[in-house]
């Protein structure tokens, strides 16, 4: 864990996370000619750059931390929505890579630990696929 945070308490964390999203609203990115210039899209490193993170690991930590945890995902969640919403324009192949590493949205099972790290407190989820499995046959289809 880090010994110095830009943050003391999850309102000042809250505010520097709107502080990101607001910045970006403030710079476009399409040439001036057009006609509804896009913002500059939100990056995970963006925002760990702009709350004082030094690296990934280090916000996982602090997301484990109940004090941090609802303002933290929800971050992430904001960033995941933009992805979300690049991948119904134009090319996604990098905007699908993006989140498969960098959001971690590849994970079948996500384990966050409490800020004491006991054994007992570990939380783990687990992601079950439903719905119709497609078979490689027709002599595979069963009835």
């Known amino acids: 864990m880090?010994?110095?945070k830009p943050f003391r308490s999850a309102r000042q964390l809250n505010?520097?996370?709107?502080?990101?999203f607001q910045s970006l609203e403030a710079?476009?990115?399409?040439?001036e000619r057009s006609k509804t210039p896009?913002?500059?899209p939100p990056t995970?490193?963006?925002?760990?750059?702009?709350?004082?993170?030094?690296?990934d690991a280090e916000f996982d930590e602090y997301r484990a931390m109940p004090k941090y945890?609802?303002?933290l995902s929800r971050a992430k969640l904001r960033i995941?929505?933009?992805?979300?919403k690049r991948l119904l324009t134009g090319s996604s192949s990098g905007v699908v890579s993006a989140m498969n590493?960098?959001?971690?949205?590849?994970?079948?099972?996500?384990v966050i630990k409490t800020e004491n790290n006991e054994e007992d407190n570990v939380l783990q989820v687990e992601i079950v696929q439903s719905g119709i499995k497609l078979v490689a046959a027709e002599k595979d289809v069963v009835l």
């Open 2 to 4: 880090r010994k110095s």
């Open 15 to 20: 505010a520097l996370i709107d502080a990101y």
């Open 27 to 31: 710079k476009p990115t399409n040439s």
């Open 38 to 40: 896009e913002t500059e």
């Open 44 to 55: 995970f490193a963006g925002l760990l750059l702009s709350t004082g993170f030094n690296s």
């Open 69 to 71: 945890v609802s303002a």
């Open 80 to 84: 995941q929505e933009a992805y979300e």
């Open 101 to 110: 590493t960098i959001l971690g949205l590849n994970d079948r099972r996500q």
